[in-house]
């Protein structure tokens, strides 16, 4: 089992900045990839960036660029976010890839105010 505990996250004002956090624990060495999820109000949950166990980096196109995710793929990853937009906000939930099994955190909530 493992298990995914996210932290930071909060409010801030259009332009501003937040940074996310997210550490597993259990029987990480099947992870192979970590990655970071959003979901808004009323819309699907999609894939904001990932990074696997070899480095490889994604982002979503809508944050490619203001967004940068770190960590190593295993049991910790994180997400600087910077020149944050309203449409950024939503629940930020943490994903690790077990050889295509997915877990999930909680959930942290981010809110963007224009």
């Known amino acids: 089992q493992v298990q995914l505990v996210e932290s930071g996250g909060g409010s801030t004002q259009a332009g501003g900045s937040l940074n996310l956090s997210c550490e597993a624990s259990g029987n990480v060495i099947y992870v192979r990839a970590m990655a970071w999820f959003r979901q808004a109000p009323g819309k699907q949950r999609e894939l904001v960036a990932r990074i696997s166990r070899a480095g490889t980096i994604n982002y979503a196109d809508s944050v490619n660029g203001r967004f940068i995710v770190s960590g190593n793929g295993q049991d910790k990853i994180y997400l600087q976010m910077t020149n944050l937009k309203p449409d950024d906000t939503g629940t930020y939930y943490c994903?690790?890839?077990?050889?295509?099994?997915?877990?999930w955190g909680r959930g942290t909530r981010v809110t963007v105010s224009a």
């Open positions: 994903n690790s890839d077990i050889l295509g099994t997915n877990v």
